[in-house]
């Protein structure tokens, strides 16, 4: 009940399309959906965040789309580019809880 | 804003020894603090969360005696590992919640190696 499941564990795209990561979630008392962006060796960085009163928030490239009945959020990047290259994960959180993590998505964006 | 340091940045040590790092908000108070460990290629594993003033919860399975947390303000928190073994070799990163609910804002993270 406390997981997130997160997919795909690997993705290829090209520069300029589009990248797209998806999460699944159980705990329907979660409120707090997150995005992280981490390169390698250093700590991720919180990209984007939805709550679950909205179906869609964008910021930038990157959009976060919600699907409450589903349970699934997904995370877009428009007009992917080579420094898009990292690891991203999704993650999920009650209140001021702990948050959840996905098992990360490792992103490769080819020029 | 919501910047969170931790240091060292890496370090090496011996078996047997005592390690400490120490996270930083700089420019929030962080209520809470979270304490993770990261293989690589895996995701993000919780050891602990502390409160300022509190004793850190740990989460199941993690030796709270052989990683010690303190959180003695709002902008410090340090976790030690002692007697440190090959084992603990990792990469250790806080991070820092103020009063934004679930936000969490996380450190460059720390590489430990232990020889």
């Known amino acids: 009940q406390q997981q997130v499941k997160q997919s795909p564990q690997s993705l290829i795209v090209q520069k300029g399309g589009i990248s797209i990561i998806n999460c699944a979630y159980e705990?329907?008392?979660?409120?707090?959906f997150p995005w992280y962006q981490q390169f390698p060796g250093k700590g991720p960085a919180l990209l984007i965040a939805?709550?679950?009163?909205?179906s869609e928030k964008k910021e930038g490239r990157f959009t976060i789309s919600f699907n409450k009945s589903a349970k699934q959020f997904s995370l877009h990047i428009m007009d992917s580019q080579p420094g898009d290259s990292a690891t991203y994960f999704c993650?999920?959180?009650?209140?001021?809880?702990?948050?959840?993590f996905g098992q990360g998505t490792r992103l490769t964006i080819n020029p | 804003g919501a910047v969170v340091s931790q240091h060292p940045s890496w370090v090496i040590c011996k078996s047997g020894t005592s390690v400490k790092i120490e996270c930083r908000s700089l420019?929030?108070?962080?209520?809470?603090m979270f304490w993770y460990r990261q293989f690589p290629k895996q995701s993000l594993m919780l050891m602990a969360t502390?409160?300022?003033?509190?004793?850190?919860?740990?989460e199941q399975g993690v030796e709270k005696d052989k990683f010690l947390i303190n959180h003695a303000s709002l902008t410090l928190s340090t976790l030690t590992v002692t007697s440190a073994h090959p084992e603990d070799s990792s990469f250790y990163i806080c991070?820092?919640?103020?009063?934004?609910?679930?936000?969490?804002?996380f450190g460059p993270g720390t590489r430990l190696t232990v020889t």
């Open positions: 991070s820092a919640s103020g009063t934004g609910i679930g936000e969490q804002y």
């Open positions: 705990n329907t008392a979660f409120d707090y």
């Open positions: 939805i709550r679950p009163d909205v």
């Open positions: 993650a999920a959180s009650m209140g001021a809880q702990k948050l959840v």
């Open positions: 420019d929030f108070q962080a209520t809470t």
């Open positions: 502390s409160n300022e003033g509190s004793k850190a919860t740990y």
